[in-house]
């Protein structure tokens, strides 16, 4: 249902919501960072979660018959339209970009999603409203299976159908958490260089198959996340920081790579022995990613939206 303050969005507004999706999509691409904590930090996370709940099967059903006025009278459709052209531009225009880079200057890269997700491990941290015992157990248990978990990773699994539509509906319950990137899911899953490859060069079927199972992915997961916010906030949030936390061991950007198996990599992280141009470029880099998270954090609790996140 929309609010007094959707209903007075300026439009003005709605290009600021866009560019907040552009951000969003921009994190969401990749391999590290969070759409959902993006927005988190950014003061719309609440409003996504519950503009998605709105489509419930009364919505649905309206759709199916045809009565699309009654449908998206209550709906908050332009929210929805205004956060979903900016994710979607931020895509189209940056896959090619991040594919060039992971491929030619994958250390600069690495590091710049290194100082993103130190940065984002701050300011998810700070929506915790009490670190009790149990929130902080949960949240080194959370960062110790995080860190497990990224060890070893499919380096490709095979591209049907059926695993694209699977690996869109995980990806997708993963970037709607803050602190989980579900671009880092695909990482894992062995498809995030495939999926990246059939956006940049528009490949539609592949698009749409992974696209189909973001839907319904995002459809259902959402309402399960919602009710745990809603239930424990504190906890939700120290378990996805723990996450956020456990996971820079993937992102770190001095590895060795070690084939155990035809689709799993070991990945041994390591400290560069020379402090040369490279290491000094990739120290800026990290620099650069951690201060865009501040900066944003920044501007977002200045305006008053970024504590809106904090739901209990």
């Known amino acids: 249902m929309e609010t007094n303050t959707t209903k007075d969005r300026t439009l003005l507004d709605y290009l600021g919501i866009s560019l907040r999706g552009f951000l969003m999509g921009a994190a969401d691409v990749v391999p590290g960072v969070s759409g959902g904590t993006m927005a988190f930090i950014l003061g719309i996370y ?11 099967m009364n919505f649905i059903r309206r759709i199916l018959s045809f009565k699309w006025s009654e449908a998206f009278q209550h709906f908050p459709w332009k929210f929805l339209l205004a956060l979903f052209l900016g994710i979607a531009a931020a895509i189209l225009t940056l896959a090619s970009a991040l594919h060039w880079a992971l491929e030619n200057r994958p250390v600069l890269i690495w590091a710049f999603f290194f100082g993103l997700i130190v940065a984002s491990i701050i300011v998810v941290r700070r929506r915790v409203s009490k670190w009790t015992a149990v929130n902080l157990l949960s949240a080194l248990a959370a960062a110790a299976g995080a860190y497990i978990l990224v060890g070893a990773s499919p380096s490709e699994t095979s591209h049907t159908p059926l695993l694209l539509i699977l690996s869109g509906a995980i990806a997708i319950c993963a970037m709607i958490l803050p602190g989980i990137s579900g671009a880092f899911i695909l990482v894992l899953l062995g ?77 041994t992280n390591y400290f560069p022995s020379a402090f040369n141009t490279e290491v000094i470029w990739a120290v800026v880099f990290m620099a650069a990613g951690f201060g ?21």
Request: glycine content about 8%.
């Open 191 to 267: 498809k995030y260089r495939f999926v990246l490859e059939a956006v940049t060069n528009l490949d539609i079927l592949t698009i749409v198959f992974v696209g189909v199972g973001a839907v319904f992915g995002l459809l259902a997961f959402v309402r399960l996340l919602r009710w745990l916010l809603n239930k424990n906030h504190d906890l939700v949030v120290a378990i996805l920081t723990g996450f956020m936390l456990g996971s820079i061991r993937k992102v770190w950007p001095w590895k060795i790579l070690e084939p155990v198996s035809v689709t799993f990599t070991r990945e």
């Open 46 to 56: 609440d409003e996504l979660l519950d503009a998605i709940h709105a489509v419930d």
């Open 292 to 312: 865009l998270v501040i900066v944003v954090e920044y501007f977002a609790s200045r305006s008053g939206e970024g504590s809106g996140s904090n739901r209990q």
